[in-house]
């Protein structure tokens, strides 16, 4: 099945760093969605977005929907313990979940 | 916690065996998606049943068959399995018909085809 380019694969960085991730597709999206999965659990939201050029907040979060809708951006800011997981991106043409296409990842470590 | 419930959490089990994975969605919730998650080809949507009914199909495997009991609970049976079916197997529910942003999922059955 098809996936989404996600990059970096994985990131080591320091706590307090800020980190970028970013996720293209060759097809354009009307909603990019960004989750985290931690070990021994499902996917969990952390932020949607549904309009070009959108940007939006979860607290120390933000995302960015790419303007020409075949991209977007999840940035961190003074990244933590508690923020080891992989993110995961997912564009959907439809709106629905049944038409997501997920991102192949992005797996974090912060060290102290 | 998601409040999306699924069991088991582990499993393994030969090639060539049936089984079957149980899952319990968050209360009030009508739709159900199976998604399958494996190291090459990432989170992949298998089926979603809302209300009972078959709602969309995605990459489902015709060895494999889902549904969606009154109770709304639902089953994902894989059949006839092989190693490659190896993988996490997770269900998500939503509230309705299913918009993306209002899927939560569940912790996953790991399936170890051996």
């Known amino acids: 099945g098809q996936q989404l380019n996600q990059s970096p694969q994985s990131m080591f960085i320091q706590e307090g760093e800020d980190v970028s991730m970013n996720c293209t597709s060759s097809s354009i999206f009307n909603t990019w969605l960004w989750y985290k999965q931690e070990p021994g659990e499902g996917p969990v939201l952390l932020i949607a977005l549904y309009k070009a050029g959108e940007l939006t907040s979860n607290g120390r979060l933000t995302a960015q929907f790419g303007i020409t809708r075949k991209d977007s951006f999840l940035n961190i800011s003074a990244s933590i313990p508690s923020d080891v997981g992989i993110y995961f991106c997912a564009g959907s043409r439809t709106g629905t979940a049944s038409k997501l296409t997920f991102g192949t990842g992005t797996r974090l470590q912060v060290t102290l | 916690d998601s409040g999306v419930t699924q069991t088991p959490k582990h499993l393994i089990t030969a090639t060539g065996q049936r089984v079957t994975l149980r899952c319990s969605p968050r209360s009030g919730d009508l739709s159900v998606y199976w998604y399958q998650q494996s190291l090459d080809q990432g989170l992949q949507f298998l089926i979603q049943?809302?209300?009972?009914?078959?709602?969309a199909k995605g990459n489902i495997l015709e060895r494999f068959s889902a549904q969606q009991f009154p109770d709304l609970h639902s089953e994902l049976n894989l059949s006839s399995l092989e190693l490659g079916d190896s993988a996490l197997y997770f269900c998500?529910?939503?509230?309705?018909?299913?918009?993306?942003?209002?899927?939560?999922f569940g912790e996953g059955s790991w399936l170890t085809v051996v």
């Open positions: 049943y809302y209300n009972g009914e078959e709602r």
């Open positions: 998500a529910s939503s509230p309705g018909r299913g918009g993306a942003n209002t899927i939560y």
